[in-house]
């Protein structure tokens, strides 16, 4: 049985969204981009917001995109970021990647960004995406590996931040190195003609730095994950404060680097 349990670490906190709402088919689905072509349909799975939706409806003129997410809140933001665009081949739903409610064979492809990590059961997720995706169809699936993740300097305190999110993640049902781990639960689904690459976000200029570190530093503090974080038992406010200087003491130094580590799977159906 899916092990529907999991549930969203991070929730839809503004100092999520910030990050949310940058991600591009650019900087995001790179790797699937070249796969497209103008009359595809496709499934976006975990849309939120809804910015990688657009790009990729915008690269099918011809074919549409289906956008779901399992948190119907969201999904509001992501309708005026596609009436924005004044795209009109875009339609949301909330849907369970666990159990979708779309006949076999649908989709041209399905596509998953940062989701994987999040579920309770990836392995079944991934059955799902191949099941609705037709003969000749891709199932695409990218996401960080946050024990991959590395930066310079070494101030401390982020040693400890990436090891109270990597517990909050698993206490919460998910997985937080998803990436290394997408070839191997594609396998698992029974996915056989599976290319797996990779890719990096760095944030390094004086301006990527100062956002990233003030995302993640409010994120620590004020966010669903820090409420689950205590609640939990994990970390005291106390805690989460110090963690939060870390990132912005990180984020102050000329000579700070972060790169977020992403698995990706191209699979063909």
């Given at each position: 049985?899916?092990?529907?349990?999991?549930?969203?670490?991070?929730?839809?906190?503004?100092?999520?969204?910030?990050?949310?709402?940058?991600?591009?088919?650019?900087?995001?689905?790179?790797?699937?981009?070249?796969?497209?072509?103008?009359?595809m349909?496709?499934?976006?799975?975990?849309?939120?917001?809804?910015?990688?939706?657009?790009?990729?409806?915008?690269?099918?003129?011809?074919?549409?995109v289906?956008?779901?997410?399992?948190?119907?809140?969201?999904?509001?933001?992501?309708?005026?970021?596609?009436?924005?665009?004044?795209?009109?081949?875009?339609?949301?739903?909330?849907?369970?990647?666990?159990?979708?409610?779309?006949?076999?064979?649908?989709?041209?492809?399905?596509?998953?960004?940062?989701?994987?990590?999040?579920?309770?059961?990836?392995?079944?997720?991934?059955?799902?995406?191949?099941?609705?995706?037709?003969?000749?169809?891709?199932?695409?699936?990218?996401?960080?590996?946050?024990?991959?993740?590395?930066?310079?300097?070494?101030v401390p305190?982020?040693?400890?931040?990436?090891?109270?999110?990597?517990?909050?993640?698993?206490?919460?049902?998910?997985?937080?190195?998803?990436?290394?781990?997408?070839?191997?639960?594609?396998?698992?689904?029974?996915?056989?003609?599976?290319?797996?690459?990779?890719?990096?976000?760095?944030?390094?200029?004086?301006?990527?730095?100062?956002?990233?570190?003030?995302?993640?530093?409010?994120?620590?503090t004020?966010?669903?994950?820090?409420?689950?974080?205590?609640?939990?038992?994990?970390?005291?406010?106390?805690?989460?404060?110090?963690?939060?200087?870390?990132?912005?003491?990180?984020?102050?130094?000329?000579?700070g680097?972060?790169?977020?580590?992403?698995?990706?799977?191209?699979?063909?159906?």
């Amino acid at each position: 049985m899916p092990k529907e349990t999991a549930v969203y670490t991070h929730g839809h906190h503004a100092s999520v969204l910030r990050s949310h709402t940058w991600r591009t088919a650019a900087n995001s689905a790179a790797y699937l981009v070249g796969e497209l072509k103008p009359h595809m349909k496709i499934l976006d799975v975990g849309c939120g917001p809804g910015t990688i939706t657009a790009d990729l409806a915008a690269l099918v003129p011809q074919g549409s995109v289906t956008g779901v997410d399992a948190a119907p809140g969201i999904l509001d933001t992501a309708r005026a970021a596609v009436a924005e665009r004044g795209l009109d081949n875009v339609e949301f739903a909330v849907a369970d990647v666990h159990a979708l409610d779309f006949p076999d064979d649908t989709f041209c492809v399905a596509h998953a960004h940062q989701v994987l990590q999040h579920v309770g059961d990836p392995v079944q997720a991934l059955r799902e995406l191949r099941r609705v995706v037709k003969p000749g169809g891709i199932v695409a699936v990218r996401d960080s590996d946050y024990a991959a993740m590395t930066w310079y300097p070494q101030v401390p305190g982020l040693e400890d931040w990436l090891d109270l999110y990597r517990r909050v993640a698993r206490a919460n049902g998910g997985e937080p190195d998803a990436g290394r781990r997408l070839k191997s639960w594609a396998l698992e689904a029974g996915l056989t003609e599976v290319t797996a690459t990779s890719s990096a976000w760095t944030f390094s200029t004086p301006d990527e730095r100062a956002w990233w570190s003030g995302l993640w530093a409010e994120r620590t503090t004020a966010s669903t994950y820090a409420n689950r974080a205590t609640e939990s038992g994990h970390a005291t406010p106390a805690d989460l404060e110090a963690l939060a200087e870390a990132w912005r003491e990180w984020g102050t130094r000329e000579d700070g680097w972060f790169a977020v580590l992403h698995g990706e799977i191209l699979c063909r159906v």
